[in-house]
């Protein structure tokens, strides 16, 4: 199982994606159904489309992180956040980093800011975020010597330690 984390752009329309990629008979094949089966108040996991009827492979399970807030906010979400992981992930296979893509699913947790309004900044950095994401998982990044370096100064676009 490879996991992964990219954070990209800045204000509103910043990009953070979480991603897991394992075998489908395996337990991220088990925690992609099961979060398609079990939507929530707000969160309703989907699959990922380049276009409708057409599945990126691996076969991707969009889970929304921010409660859907309005009309706006759910359309960024299924509309640019959502072509935005899709194309992240065909990216990243056309680029070598996911093989076999038909053995594998991919679970991509997705913040999309309530307060984003660039239909354009949100697909670019969810593409870019997502196929970062599978870079780093591929690769298994960070490294350990990273986190340890950077364990007394944690900073994020909502405090600095």
Known sequence: ?????????????AAHVNTVLGA????????????????????????????PGLPVKPMTLFVNKAAIAGAGHGTLTWGPAQAGVAAGVAD???????????DLVLIAAVWVNPEAKDADAVYANNRRA????????????????????????????????
């Open 130 to 161: 997502t196929r970062e994401a599978l870079e780093a998982g591929a690769t298994g990044k960070p490294s350990l010597e990273d986190v340890l370096a950077a364990r007394h100064n944690p900073v994020n676009p909502f405090y600095t330690a």
């Open 1 to 13: 199982m490879q996991i992964g984390e990219s954070f990209v752009g800045d204000g509103a329309e």
């Open 92 to 102: 990243a296979v056309a680029g070598g980093l996911v093989a076999n893509p038909d």
């Open 24 to 51: 489908r008979s395996g337990p991220a094949g088990t925690a992609w159904a099961t979060a398609l089966a079990t939507p929530s108040q707000g969160h309703a996991p989907f699959v990922a489309v380049l276009r």
